[in-house]
């Protein structure tokens, strides 16, 4: 058998077949099909078609077919078919196989790429299918083809096994024989036909299209032989498009699958295109939210030039509706070359009512009422001689005739009572804008008066209506280009600024006080043009008060039942969704408003924040949230001061960083500390002359100032609130930069450092009114606490740790996932599951948990690890640490449950995860190594202080190692005479989480005041004792920090320059030997030379013998001053002899002081210093 060929057409019939199965075992069996006519009466019509090798209908071998009535054929079976086939690619199908993904719907034939592809490569209309064959070999084993012919076309298809084949053309073959083609024959295009626009496009990268947009429906197609036959390439519903211009003359229609970028022939095409798309948009959303307004004014109801009925267009700048006829003449009507303005070439500019986008704003729709068909045509064919009106039938050269006659020749138009002289009609044009006279202002504008020409004041008319609160002739200026200054013809950067400005738009009611912030009434506000305008009602004309965009400094949500307001306690209502804007307007006068719902809030101070933040930020800022967004200084410790935008959302505060072009975050849990840092750090560039902020996190510092004092309060504020709040749930928790609840990681740690050992820690419980007491002062501000060993007793801070997790609202594992865990620990128990299950579940409930659970129950679980290595002194065995925790972290509801069992099953979910901890934790390799470290740095300093041949045990210390700054993290680590700065920074950083940069232990005095990084091979024991000696003022405020290097050493480094010779001439400070202060103005020079230190009565005299000389080695070095004798000099460096005390109570000095009124002085003097204490290197 060579070939089989079935032949399906219109005058063959074709039966059903059950299944293909059947037809297949007949097929290979070689021998006949039987069709049958269903369609026939006669059923005795039946035929034959021969096999290749002629076997005969009687062939008794044959099964005969079993016929199916048509009745009992399932429609989704036999109608519609979808899979994938090869296709011969090219219209003459010689271009090579490709697999395509085809679909057949019962009505066409669509093909796609692949499945997931929404973009058709081809749609074939039923009504133009003629038959289909199939072309199968004997010898064919991988491709079954068949042709599927058209009217104009055959479509060479294959599948990969014969029943598809077979299915695919019997499926196809049954609708077209059911296909009846209407009487008088389908419509050209079928269901595209008589289109609203048709011609051809280029499409951007590919061919010229021939392009049809009917309803809410565009297609295109190879060529205009394909639309008549109504098969294109691709069907867009327009429902899911968006079209826009891009550049001179090209559309980009998208939808959320693809992107097409059009090029029509001409611009002015171009124009009519984007009108069609437009309407086809608007038709396929049916949106009549705009229209319905815009017929407020019952003359808008037809169409202004040839009355049409339901016109639904609308020419923006003459403020008239038209019907889509006179809209496509309006959009060709362009100014002849040179007289334009640059702004549009065309003399209407016309939109769709229909179309929902951001030009029809709140103040256009009111214009658009305003002026209306009515007015506008007493206007413009006020001479108009009736026989010249134009109607529906009216030809499109009529047409044409008298829309340009109308508007670009201005031959009807009533010029009575205008003058001619050009001089006058500017000023009135100013003087009607000051009134808002809209109409008067439309006509002297239409009959040529000036929109560039300026009042005495350089304002035009635009900018006089902006600022008289004159919306409706503002918003008619502005849509005739009047926005601009004529010194910006151009689109210069100014005007698209300004345009975009324009485009923020928003209105609806609003409370409002007086600036006295009392009473709240109901206003009428309206975000438009740049500004924020208030009004008594919707329906006034005149604003109260106008705010203009530049002069926004920020926006704040505030609630009016927050007390801390002071200035809002006398108010007559409260209103829980308010906010507050500041500005600088005339004694910087702050607007408070109140919304009535979150989400009116929202949208309004995303509106006002649009309105002032940077324009490239625009965007971004609309898909924000925020309570607090403004412009603002901001510089870290080592760039400079830069303006930009910076929001905070909660606990995240976040800034457009704009060398990295994006926004930082910082989480406000983590940050260590706010407060208003030196005066001679601020900002000199802001409005007012003010402080600026410091704000710490770990290891990095802010520097951030407002334009006015009061912001930066305001910023101040909201974020100490920010920082401190801790409610009762993990996540509101202060965070240490691992994700874990400070409060945990400080009691964690001191126990892990003080009572590992102890015995019973954890079960015995301290005292209960103490407890509480630590746990509230945690819950104030976790960040504050320091414990120390002494004052907080182990078993306190163990019970005040469980009584933060009791006191949590949900566990740490999760009241929703509670019965999972049980149930699990139930089957666990009772040796119901898996080894292999059993972590799989757990690692399973472990990675449902959000962020901080998670990282804070890998915290406590190596906690519990390390408490049960000690179990032999504290008697917490894996069990008994079970037992203690199990009802802590997964308390539950009923008291009941507290049974023995749940007890029980607890303690198998605790033992396991601390059994299974490295595995379930994917504690990678760097995790391990680090708390491998974490232990070992302990283990060293355990041995050192152990080794008794060495040390003499007593001798040990404990000392408190503070990260960044006092009011941050603190740990204790011990040490004794022999321990080395590198050795406690090596074993702190792991704990501090510090393992990103380099950093360095400081000795920090006097409130930050002075600071002395101290070299790795420093004593820090020797540096803490030195300070048991010093008066209390001094002595209380010595701390010792762990500080990110780059801060003060780099810069120190960076001003080391060994030649330069350390001589010059410095104001000394120090305490006289009878007690009293030499201040003023002492100046000697000083010379640094082979490690001496000395000082002359003036720059001559040096050379000579020295007032006073010290030997370098001898010497304390620190780099600030004592804040008691800053005057005038703002940099210092401040020395004390080894040994020597600073000063008394009563002569409160800080040692020997060099003043600096530069800060590049005093660091090359400090880091002078400091290398020749450290030849091998400032740096370690
Ligand atoms: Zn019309």
Request: charged share 25%; proline share 3%; with cysteine.
């Amino acid at each position: 058998m060579a070939i089989l060929s079935l032949q399906f057409c219109h005058q063959t019939t074709v039966m059903d077949y059950d299944d293909s199965e059947h037809l297949y075992a007949n097929v290979g069996s070689g021998g006949k099909l039987l069709f049958c006519d269903y369609s026939s009466e006669d059923s005795s019509d039946e035929r034959s078609i021969d096999s290749m090798d002629n076997g005969s209908l009687n062939n008794p071998a044959m099964s005969p077919v079993e016929i199916v009535p048509i009745g009992q054929v399932t429609p989704q079976r036999k109608n519609e078919k979808s899979g994938y086939l090869f296709k011969q690619g090219g219209v003459k199908a010689n271009k090579g196989w490709r697999k395509r993904w085809v679909v057949f719907t019962g009505n066409s034939l669509r093909y796609y790429d692949s499945r997931k592809s929404q973009v058709s490569k081809r749609i074939v209309p039923l009504s133009c299918m003629e038959k289909v064959e199939t072309l199968v070999k004997d010898s064919d084993k991988d491709k079954f083809k068949f042709n599927l012919h058209t009217t104009n076309r055959v479509f060479q298809f294959a599948a990969d096994s014969l029943q598809e084949c077979t299915l695919w053309c019997s499926t196809l073959m049954e609708c077209i024989l059911k296909y009846k083609a209407p009487p008088g024959g389908e419509p050209e295009g079928l269901d595209m036909n008589e289109p609203d626009k048709q011609g051809y496009i280029k499409f951007e990268r590919r061919n010229n299209y021939f392009v049809a947009v009917k309803q809410g429906k565009m297609c295109y197609y190879h060529s205009e032989q394909d639309f008549k036959q109504g098969s294109p390439i691709n069907e867009i519903d327009m429902k899911l498009a968006n079209v826009k211009e891009i550049g001179k003359g090209k559309l980009q229609l998208s939808t959320h699958y693809s992107h097409f970028l059009l090029i029509p022939e001409s611009y002015s095409e171009c124009v009519l295109w984007k009108m069609a798309f437009e309407e086809s948009i608007a038709d396929a959303l049916g949106d009549n939210t705009i229209l319905d307004q815009v017929m407020g004014n019952p003359s808008n109801r037809v169409c202004a030039d040839c009355s049409a009925e339901d016109p639904h267009w609308a020419s923006i700048n003459i403020g008239i509706v038209l019907c889509k006829k006179c809209a496509d003449l309006h959009s060709g009507m362009i100014l002849p070359a040179g007289i334009h303005r640059n702004f549009e070439h065309s003399i209407s500019r016309v939109k769709s009512l229909r179309m929902d986008t951001k030009i029809w704003t709140p103040s256009l729709i009111e214009m658009m009422k305003a002026i209306g068909n009515g007015n506008a045509n007493d206007f413009w064919q006020h001479e108009l001689p009736p026989d010249k009106r134009i109607n529906t039938d009216t030809s499109a050269a009529q047409r044409m005739a008298l829309i340009e006659n109308k508007y670009k020749a201005k031959l009807y138009c009533d010029r009575s009572g205008i003058s001619d002289n050009q001089k006058v009609l500017n000023e009135k044009l100013l003087e009607f804008s000051v009134r808002g006279d809209l109409l008067q202002t439309m006509k002297v504008t239409f009959l040529g008066a000036n929109m560039y020409y300026t009042n005495s004041e350089g304002e035009n008319a635009y900018r006089i209506a902006k600022r008289m609160g004159q919306r409706l002739t503002m918003e008619f200026l502005f849509q005739n280009g009047g926005e601009r200054s004529s010194s910006s013809f151009n689109d210069s950067d100014e005007g698209q600024v300004s345009r975009l400005r324009a485009e923020v738009c928003l209105d609806g009611y609003l409370q409002k006080t007086g600036s006295n912030k009392k009473d709240f009434r109901k206003r009428w506000c309206v975000i438009e043009h740049g500004c924020l305008r208030y009004f008594l009602s919707q329906t006034s004309s005149g604003a109260k008060d106008s705010v203009d965009n530049d002069i926004m400094m920020c926006v704040q949500a505030v609630s009016t039942y927050d007390k801390s307001l002071s200035n809002v306690r006398n108010l007559n209502k409260r209103y829980p969704e308010a906010f507050e804007l500041s500005t600088c307007k005339k004694d910087n006068r702050e607007y408070l408003f109140a919304a009535s719902t979150p989400q009116e809030r929202k949208s309004w101070m995303v509106a006002l924040a649009k309105l002032f933040c940077p324009v490239s930020l625009m965007a971004d800022i609309g898909q924000c949230e925020f309570n607090l967004a403004g412009n603002f200084y901001i510089k870290d410790v080592l760039s400079s001061w830069e303006k930009t935008w910076l929001m905070i959302n909660n606990r995240i505060l976040e800034y457009f960083d704009k060398n990295k072009q994006e926004f930082c975050k910082v989480d406000l849990r983590k940050a260590l500390n706010i407060k208003y840092s030196e005066s001679t750090l601020a900002c000199t560039t802001c409005l007012e002359v003010g402080k600026c902020l410091a704000l710490d996190v770990y290891g990095k510092s802010l520097y951030i100032q407002a334009d006015l004092a009061r912001d930066t309060e305001r910023l101040l504020n909201v974020c100490s609130k920010a920082m401190k709040t801790g409610g009762d749930t993990l996540e509101d928790q202060n965070l240490s930069p691992s994700n874990v609840p400070v409060i945990i990681e400080k009691c964690v740690c001191f126990i892990e450092d003080y009572g590992i050992q102890e015995e019973g820690i954890y079960r015995l419980s301290g005292v209960k009114s103490k407890v509480q007491a630590l746990l509230d002062r945690f819950m104030a501000d976790a960040h504050s606490v320091v414990l120390q060993q002494g004052v907080n007793q182990v078993h306190e801070v163990a019970a005040c740790l469980k009584l933060f997790f009791r006191s949590l609202k949900d566990p740490l594992l999760m009241s929703t996932k509670h019965q999972l865990w049980i149930d699990n620990a139930d089957d666990i128990m009772y040796g119901r599951m898996d080894p292999q299950v059993k972590l799989e579940w757990y690692q399973f409930l472990i990675r449902e948990l959000p962020p901080v659970n998670y990282s804070t129950l890998k915290r406590l679980i190596h906690h519990f690890n390390r408490l049960a290595r000690y179990s032999a002194q504290n008697k917490m065995t894996e069990k008994n640490i079970a037992i203690a925790f199990g009802p802590t972290l997964m308390q539950t509801e009923s008291e009941s449950e507290v049974n023995s069992l749940h007890v029980q099953l607890q303690m198998v979910v605790i033992g396991d995860i601390m059994k299974h901890h490295q595995k379930l934790f994917k504690l990678g390799e760097d995790e391990k190594l680090m708390q491998e470290k974490v232990d070992e740095g302990k283990k060293i300093l355990d041995g050192i202080i152990t080794t008794k041949e060495n040390v003499d045990v007593n001798d040990s210390l404990k000392i408190s190692v503070f990260f960044l700054s006092r009011s941050g993290n603190c740990y204790n680590p011990e040490v004794n005479i022999h321990t080395t700065v590198k050795q406690v920074i090596d074993q702190l950083k792991y704990r501090f989480n510090a393992t990103h940069e380099e950093y360095s232990l400081h000795e920090v005095l006097c409130d930050g005041a002075l600071e002395r990084p101290l070299h790795d091979t420093d004593h820090p024991h020797a540096v803490v004792k030195a300070w048991w000696d010093w008066p209390d003022c001094y002595r209380k405020q010595a701390c010792l920090c762990l500080k990110p290097t780059p801060d003060l050493m780099l810069k120190l480094s960076n001003m080391y320059d060994p030649s330069r010779a350390l001589f010059s001439e410095i104001r000394l400070i120090e305490k006289k030997q009878t007690g009293l202060l030499i201040s003023k103005s002492n100046k000697y020079a000083f010379q640094f030379q082979q490690s001496r230190l000395s000082y002359f009565k003036d720059a001559k005299s040096a050379g000579g013998s020295p007032i006073g000389s010290w030997n370098i080695e001898d010497l304390v070095i620190y780099y600030g001053m004592d804040p008691i004798i800053r005057k005038g000099d703002k940099y210092g460096v401040t020395f004390l002899k080894v040994g020597e005390t600073p000063g008394s109570k009563e002569t409160p000095v800080f040692g020997h002081t060099l003043c600096f009124s530069s800060e590049n002085d005093s660091l090359s003097w400090m880091a002078g210093l400091l290398a020749a204490q450290h030849p091998e290197g400032l740096l370690p």
